[in-house]
């Protein structure tokens, strides 16, 4: 791997090759977009903007909407007035489930059962028992299945791993991460409805969770904190993850109050700091003991294409999972999120 150290003064995903595969290198396929709500706007404009691919479909419940949605993120899709329209169009190779949590279990199925491969928007669904049911689906009829946790995929986050196993900040110590956000309580925003399976975890905490997941691991135990809103979902959740060889995560969401939403990896040589929206395309800082630095200074914008891509290439390949999200670590990220859960108290209708 290049030395990011031997570019100056800063750095940017151009100068270090190879950490993160750019996606228009990735084979072409065609989309089709179940949901049309503001995240699956963000995705389709990274799918037009940043690959090879093509959004040639959209669902929604009004085919209004949906159209209107095309018009917008993906001019010349076609509109469809139903999910069921969606994931039947022979055109679509791919469907991307973009519905609340509540309906992944459901809508994820939908998809498979048309024999289209799948990315199902994160949380991957409301419970584990509901992941593992989508999951033997895919297995059964032999098709691509990932969870879209694009964070994984951007090229900090690669930087970051590569930094990691160079040994450049030692042993791994302390991850810390926070994605707080302030949303005025509205009994009818999906984030406070319990039957849209809403929460800071779920919607928002789930990303630092992934993060430790990623560098540390499944923990040995876990340790959850949090208070709710009026409707009963979780509106602030503080969690440590402690590891039997001495590490430790310290995570926190919140739909309360606007935090840094900033991530520190600290290490017995040194610590890299993620600049704010860790999740998303951002630079970070390396500093070692003997106080010298590095900056990555990576790139600002869209980064969901880098997600798209590795769904592109491994469905090209003919693969149904991908190494960087496998069905075993989706699981493993799901068992954490139900007891982060469990020990706040959030029990969504029907559990």
Same mark, same amino acid.
């Given at each position: 791997?290049?030395?990011?150290?031997?570019?100056?003064?800063?750095?940017?995903?151009?100068?270090?090759?190879?950490?993160?595969?750019?996606?228009?290198?990735?084979?072409?396929?065609?989309?089709?977009?179940?949901?049309?709500?503001?995240?699956?706007?963000?995705?389709?404009?990274?799918?037009?903007?940043?690959?090879?691919?093509?959004?040639?479909?959209?669902?929604?419940?009004?085919?209004?909407?949906?159209?209107?949605?095309?018009?917008?993120?993906?001019?010349?899709?076609?509109?469809?007035?139903?999910?069921?329209?969606?994931?039947?169009?022979?055109?679509?190779?791919?469907?991307?489930?973009?519905?609340?949590?509540?309906?992944?279990?459901?809508?994820?199925?939908?998809?498979?059962?048309?024999?289209?491969?799948?990315?199902?928007?994160?949380?991957?669904?409301?419970?584990?028992?509901?992941?593992?049911?989508?999951?033997?689906?895919?297995?059964?009829?032999?098709?691509?299945?990932?969870?879209?946790?694009?964070?994984?995929?951007?090229?900090?986050?690669?930087?970051?791993?590569?930094?990691?196993?160079?040994?450049?900040?030692?042993?791994?110590?302390?991850?810390?991460?926070?994605?707080?956000?302030?949303?005025?309580?509205?009994?009818?925003?999906?984030?406070?409805?319990?039957?849209?399976?809403?929460?800071?975890?779920?919607?928002?905490?789930?990303?630092?969770?992934?993060?430790?997941?990623?560098?540390?691991?499944?923990?040995?135990?876990?340790?959850?904190?949090?208070?709710?809103?009026?409707?009963?979902?979780?509106? =602030?959740?503080?969690?440590?993850?402690?590891?039997?060889?001495?590490? =430790?995560?310290?995570?926190?969401?919140?739909?309360?109050?606007?935090?840094? =939403?900033?991530?520190?990896?600290?290490?017995?040589?040194?610590?890299?700091?993620?600049?704010?929206?860790?999740?998303?395309?951002?630079?970070?800082?390396?500093?070692?003991?003997?106080?010298?630095?590095?900056?990555?200074?990576?790139?600002?914008?869209?980064?969901? =294409?880098?997600?798209?891509?590795?769904?592109?290439?491994?469905?090209?390949?003919?693969?149904?999972?991908?190494?960087?999200?496998?069905?075993?670590?989706?699981?493993?990220?799901?068992?954490?999120?139900?007891?982060?859960?469990?020990?706040?108290?959030?029990?969504?209708?029907?559990?």
């Amino acid at each position: 791997m290049t030395d990011p150290r031997s570019f100056a003064p800063g750095l940017s995903h151009d100068d270090i090759p190879g950490l993160a595969p750019d996606p228009r290198d990735a084979p072409p396929v065609r989309w089709g977009i179940l949901g049309a709500g503001n995240i699956a706007g963000s995705f389709a404009d990274g799918v037009r903007e940043g690959t090879r691919a093509t959004v040639v479909a959209v669902g929604s419940r009004d085919v209004v909407k949906a159209q209107g949605f095309a018009d917008v993120h993906a001019p010349g899709a076609r509109a469809h007035g139903s999910y069921e329209a969606l994931v039947a169009d022979p055109d679509v190779d791919v469907v991307y489930v973009a519905t609340p949590h509540s309906h992944h279990r459901e809508h994820a199925l939908l998809a498979i059962g048309a024999g289209k491969h799948v990315l199902v928007e994160k949380a991957f669904t409301r419970s584990t028992g509901e992941a593992e049911d989508v999951l033997a689906a895919a297995k059964e009829a032999g098709v691509f299945c990932m969870e879209a946790m694009w964070t994984r995929f951007l090229p900090h986050v690669a930087a970051v791993r590569g930094v990691i196993a160079r040994g450049e900040i030692g042993e791994v110590v302390t991850v810390s991460a926070d994605f707080d956000v302030h949303f005025p309580f509205d009994p009818a925003h999906r984030l406070f409805a319990p039957e849209l399976a809403g929460g800071a975890l779920l919607d928002l905490g789930v990303y630092p969770v992934a993060f430790a997941h990623d560098l540390l691991g499944v923990p040995d135990s876990v340790t959850a904190v949090g208070t709710l809103a009026a409707t009963g979902v979780d509106d =602030q959740v503080s969690i440590v993850f402690s590891y039997d060889g001495g590490a =430790q995560a310290l995570l926190h969401t919140s739909s309360r109050a606007l935090g840094p =939403q900033t991530a520190v990896i600290t290490g017995t040589k040194g610590r890299i700091e993620i600049d704010g929206g860790f999740f998303a395309p951002t630079g970070f800082r390396v500093t070692c003991l003997d106080g010298t630095t590095w900056d990555y200074e990576g790139f600002r914008g869209e980064g969901k =294409q880098y997600e798209a891509a590795e769904v592109a290439r491994r469905v090209a390949a003919g693969e149904s999972e991908s190494p960087r999200i496998t069905w075993a670590a989706t699981l493993e990220v799901m068992r954490l999120l139900d007891e982060i859960r469990r020990q706040v108290g959030v029990v969504y209708p029907g559990e």
